[in-house]
């Protein structure tokens, strides 16, 4: 890997100086993979630190043409350090790596978590930035290939040499993610928001909602490939156009029975209102820290999740719905 022949602090252009800069993963997995081709593209620098030469996505890196390093000889290397690896893992990370290696480098997380819960565990000498991409990583990694852009939370969470925030903005250039959509933000703000918006809608309200109907729908007695279609199927379609036209224009767009039947029954029937009350019980165990402690406590070497969180994971990947989806795909083929 070129060493950086500048250091952050000589840049003045972060959309025409970032390249010079040098970074190490330490993690390549979905968000991480996506994160290292961006910067690459950019011309930036990277390195994989390996945790375990032999892991699957040291095997994923290589083949997607990245340099890999042990640990201690890539972040040698390196200018920054994007720190990839599982929340739960990070304490254990810092505890078997010497903090004397990230003296004066800048440490990236793609999401504040560990920072928030356990700050005491990093190191001291060094920078961290928060850069919290709101976009998959599949997403990230295609907008930017198609010259699009996407929004990022973003904080300096430590600022030893005085320079973060400059360096938190030649980051946010070579993702791809321009100033203006670089949202400056607290790290509650972003923890917070990353945690409640996952459990109340981005995964479990989605699909929740997706498999209540569904199940509804096939236990009146609909075929599995009716409830199928108006329901997994279409709702990509409806988020797209929600998403493009604004809630104003999507609901002037939808038939009068469906505007008419759907506001009755979420709206008048006081449904929304419940599902806010539960919204409101899943808001406060995140910020009383009751769910991150019971996520610590049920979890065992780095793996989250008790007997009844197997169970109902079970359900969801046992369901008719997933048997339904697979069945369509095979058509699809």
Known sequence: MKKSKSSPAELKNPERE????????????????AICNNLRDSDISICVGARNAGSAS???????????????????????????????QIRKF???????????????????????????SF??????????????????????????????LC??????SKKASKMLKYICAGLGIPAHKTIISRLKDEVFSDLFAEQSLLVGGILAIILSSFETMC?????????????????????????????KDFLAKVSDVARVGSIEAFFESGLKDRIKEEFKKIYANIESHKFYNG??????????????YQKQLSGILNSRLCDTYERFKRKNR
């Open 58 to 88: 040291i095997k994923k890196a290589v083949a997607e043409g990245f340099d890999t390093y042990s640990i201690k000889k890539a972040v040698k290397m390196s200018d920054f350090v994007l720190l990839a690896i599982p929340d739960l």
């Open 123 to 152: 190191p001291k000498n060094c920078d961290i930035i928060l850069i919290s991409p709101n976009a998959i990583a599949n997403k990230l990694r295609e907008n930017y290939v198609q010259k699009k852009s996407d929004y990022a």
């Open 94 to 120: 810092f505890d078997d790596n010497a903090h004397e290696m990230f003296e004066g480098k800048c440490i990236i997380l793609c999401h504040g978590l560990s920072f928030f819960y356990h700050p005491l």
């Open 295 to 308: 996520f610590i406590t049920s979890s065992k070497d780095g793996k989250a999740g008790g007997g009844l």
């Open 155 to 160: 904080a300096v969470l430590r600022d030893r």
């Open 18 to 33: 970032v390249k010079n800069f040098s970074v190490a993963s330490i993690g390549f997995g979905s968000m991480a993979g």
């Open 219 to 247: 236990e009146a007695g609909l075929s599995e490939e009716a409830a199928y279609l108006s329901t997994f199927h279409e709702i990509k379609y409806i988020v797209e156009s929600i998403s493009e036209l604004g809630i």
